[in-house]
């Protein structure tokens, strides 16, 4: 197995569902994360050629972790836990049919259902969030070409010799090789960059007035070479004498050690917050076969694509729809045939 595909499922089905929200099915419910998730998979395939595609999806109670350690952190989503508990045991009523939570609960199932049917892996462990199962799955996979589709920043951090990133709305795919003229520094500096950043939509604060222009202005050398706090530290103290009008940036610096600690812990996607039931799935989704299910079938999923009117959405026909997804289950099926031979042989 050369080359697998990894997919942050809440974050493209969000994605595409608020891309795609006058799509709606024949029973008159928001598909457009649905049919957009497939869509945008089946472009992602075949641009990336992967031998497996694996669908990370953020637990229940997910990034409980995260929030035990640092309260701020999705503060105001943490509400929905409950809420997302009450969907979870078919427990609905009071809800508006509308509800946001709801509306993208009922996507994701869908979603999960086809993607079984589509002989695509799928990992979801309580109180863990996708973007650690990707961490984790690139930590434990070694020998693996690894591509991460998402626009999520956080994930550049990741990127290595054999791990990349892929951007689903422009499809660039984000190398070690081209990330200095896609972002104008090293990949190496990818989670420092972000510890000063911080990051709004998750509650992390960052550091007021130190933004990366900023950065890679006062500190050119990060543009090319590894950086550590204590190094951006010393060289601060430095530049601080010798340009005295600055004084109030170079301090910030200096004095954000705390918290740019604390944010890279909250970041670093390099020790993931996990418990060993990830460990666990993430070591069988990734070394192991699929389950040899024969009733697993493509021609199920185009029969559900036309049931819920997806077709009139995509003007190709439902044959060219779902062809890229055969090139999947049939390296599937060859890592079956490749695993069990290695069993009988006692490797």
Not at 5 to 29: A, C, E, P, S
Not at 109 to 119: G, N, T
Request: include cysteine; aromatic fraction near 12%.
């Amino acid at each position: 197995m050369n080359k697998t595909l990894l997919v942050d499922g809440f974050l493209n089905l969000k994605r595409n569902h608020y891309k795609r929200l006058n799509i709606k099915d024949n029973q008159g419910n928001y598909c457009g994360g649905t049919f957009g998730f497939l869509d945008s998979l089946r472009v992602a395939i075949n641009r990336v050629m992967p031998d497996r595609v694996v669908v990370m999806w953020d637990g229940f109670n997910a990034g409980k972790y995260r929030y035990d350690f640092y309260k701020p952190y999705k503060a105001n989503k943490q509400k929905n836990w409950e809420l997302e508990k009450q969907i979870l045991y078919g427990q609905n009523y009071g809800i508006p049919n509308d509800n946001e939570t709801l509306v993208l609960f009922r996507q994701k199932e869908k979603i999960q259902e086809y993607l079984d049917e589509l002989s695509i892996r799928q990992v979801q462990v309580d109180y863990i969030e996708a973007d650690d199962l990707i961490g984790l799955y690139c930590l434990r996979s070694p020998g693996q070409e690894i591509v991460i589709m998402s626009r999520d920043g956080d994930y550049l951090q990741l990127i290595d010799n054999n791990v990349s990133v892929l951007t689903p709305d422009s499809l660039l795919l984000v190398t070690k090789n081209n990330f200095f003229n896609t972002y104008g520094y090293t990949h190496e500096n990818a989670l420092l960059i972000k510890s000063f950043k911080g990051d709004k939509s998750d509650g992390i604060k960052g550091i007021l007035g130190v933004s990366e222009k900023k950065l890679l202005e006062n500190f050119p050398n990060m543009k090319k070479e590894k950086y550590f706090y204590p190094r951006l530290v010393d060289e601060a103290y430095s530049k601080k004498e010798k340009q005295k009008g600055r004084s109030r940036f170079f301090d910030k610096i200096i004095n954000s050690e705390a918290e740019l600690y604390r944010n890279a812990k909250l970041m670093n996607l390099k020790k993931p917050f996990i418990n060993q039931q990830a460990v666990d799935e993430i070591m069988s989704v990734s070394r192991g076969p699929m389950s040899s299910d024969e009733s697993r079938s493509i021609s199920e999923a185009m029969t559900m694509f036309v049931k819920n009117g997806f077709q009139r959405h995509f003007g190709q026909g439902v044959d060219f729809f779902f062809r890229p997804y055969y090139r999947v289950q049939m390296k599937e099926k060859e890592y079956i045939d490749y695993y069990n031979n290695l069993k009988e042989k006692g490797k």
